[in-house]
């Protein structure tokens, strides 16, 4: 069979993919092995072909599927029972579960604490209905008399307040040199807005108003957080008048 | 009645379980089809879409008469695939191998970016390049007989085109990849 360059060339598909007949067969690989190029081109077609038919699928994304559900017949619809949410593998270990759940589990044990209750101190009698009551009864009685002291006592404190603040009277270690008053420092005219009262004025004023307490007995019913509040507006206006 | 045709059935019958099947089944494949025509996955991924949004809207319209289920998915991914072609060819350097030669190089280093190494094999991205200087035609009919694994027949059916044209191209598509990897430096093994 006389076979060429060009017959190698046009059946070499063919020769690959084993549809030459045994006597095209044998007259290709005779011209092969006597060609250079002839020889080349198969080695490297076949080569690649082989290679190609090796090659793995690739992977598809990984949402692919989901991304064409949703745009032809669109999102699944399943029906859930409410049972499914403790029955769904891994809802008990998802970070937002676990922090919710301690949040919560944070809040009841504030709650608790605050309303005076101990573990520790929990015996079987206090669980009886009637004891229940009765303990939620007193803390809810207790609760409510600390709040009416704690509105009370604020009310002495704003009564403090109000007298201590409107007072205008200058007072004579504090009172600036007529010269500082005409030739001020800085240009800005909210600066003599924001001089707080007199330090010396207040203090004494202060100190009047709380011996005036103190003997009227009303400072045995202030809790701690109004005084300081009682002690610190002095205390800040003598800080404003320094700077 | 084989299996798709059975999901076809399904389909049709308003199963939705079914359609879900069948997208599972196939979209890798389809997938695999655009990617290795197109070069470019995330081209790949909105072309998938756009041949199972082909697939929904025509499945009433599919007998098995037209050949098997699969057959016929791939001629519409590669009829879409051609239109697509067709339609950003101006926004592309031609494909011709006379021009695209001379940039090999260049195309070769902007390609091989650390992403795309890290997500295919070498030799996989290697056929990638070399796949992408082909023309269309036999492009095609060489993802088709030698990534795909089609026969012949269903080639022709995939193509329309008569069974010595299809013979024809994938002979020289594998001649002409062989060639553009020797030139590229690439010899896949």
Redesign the interface.
């Known amino acids: 069979m006389n076979w060429n360059c060009t017959n190698t060339?046009?059946?070499?598909?063919?020769y690959?993919d084993g549809l030459l007949t045994p006597a095209e067969a044998q007259a290709f690989k005779a011209h092969a092995a006597g060609c250079d190029d002839c020889s080349k081109?198969v080695a490297?077609?076949s080569?690649?072909?082989t290679?190609?038919?090796s090659?793995e699928?690739?992977?598809?994304?990984p949402m692919?599927?989901n991304?064409?559900?949703n745009?032809?017949?669109g999102p699944?619809k399943e029906k859930v029972s409410w049972t499914s949410w403790f029955t769904t593998p891994g809802r008990w270990v998802q970070p937002r579960f676990v922090v919710g759940l301690a949040t919560v589990a944070a809040a009841v044990l504030i709650v608790v604490y605050t309303l005076g209750f101990t573990p520790s101190k929990l015996r079987k009698a206090n669980l009886s209905p009637l004891d229940a009551f009765r303990s939620a009864n007193r803390s809810a009685h207790l609760t409510y008399a600390r709040s009416v002291k704690y509105v009370n006592d604020l009310r002495v404190v704003y009564e403090i307040q109000s007298r201590l603040q409107p007072s205008n009277e200058p007072s004579p270690e504090s009172q600036p040199m007529p010269e500082q008053q005409s030739q001020p420092k800085s240009g800005n005219p909210q600066e003599k807005s924001q001089t707080g009262p007199k330090p010396g004025h207040s203090q004494a004023r202060t100190y009047a108003m709380l011996a005036t307490y103190v003997n009227s007995g009303w400072v045995e019913t202030c809790n701690a957080s109004t005084r300081l509040a009682f002690f610190a507006a002095p205390m800040s206006a003598t800080n404003r008048s320094a700077r | 009645m084989e299996p798709d045709a059975q999901l076809v059935h399904d389909c049709l019958q308003g199963e939705?379980s079914a359609?879900?099947e069948l997208?599972?089944r196939h979209?890798?494949?389809v997938?695999?089809i655009c990617?290795r025509f197109t070069g470019n996955?995330t081209e790949a991924?909105d072309m998938?879409?756009e041949v199972?949004?082909r697939i929904?809207k025509t499945l009433p319209s599919y007998r098995p008469s037209f050949g098997a289920f699969p057959t016929w998915l791939t001629s519409v991914t590669r009829n879409l695939l051609v239109d697509h072609y067709r339609r950003t060819k101006r926004d592309r350097v031609t494909d011709s191998m006379e021009d695209v030669m001379p940039q090999i190089e260049n195309k070769e280093s902007t390609a091989r970016t650390p992403d795309k190494l890290a997500l295919?094999s070498e030799?996989?991205a290697q056929?990638q390049q070399g796949l992408s200087k082909l023309s269309p035609e036999l492009r095609e009919a060489?993802i088709l007989r030698?990534?795909q694994?089609l026969e012949y027949g269903e080639i022709q059916t995939v193509l329309q085109v008569p069974e010595g044209t299809v013979?024809s191209r994938?002979?020289r598509g594998?001649?002409e990849?062989?060639?553009i990897?020797?030139a590229m430096g690439l010899?896949?093994?």
């Open positions: 060339e046009e059946r070499l598909s063919d690959i081109m490297a077609v080569s690649l072909v290679s190609m038919h090659l699928l690739e992977p598809a994304p692919l599927v991304r064409i559900i745009a032809t017949s699944r | 939705g359609w879900e997208v599972r979209a890798r494949r997938f695999n990617y996955r991924e998938s879409q199972f949004l929904y295919e030799l996989s056929l060489v030698d990534l694994g013979k994938i002979n594998r001649i990849l062989a060639k990897l020797d010899r896949p093994n």
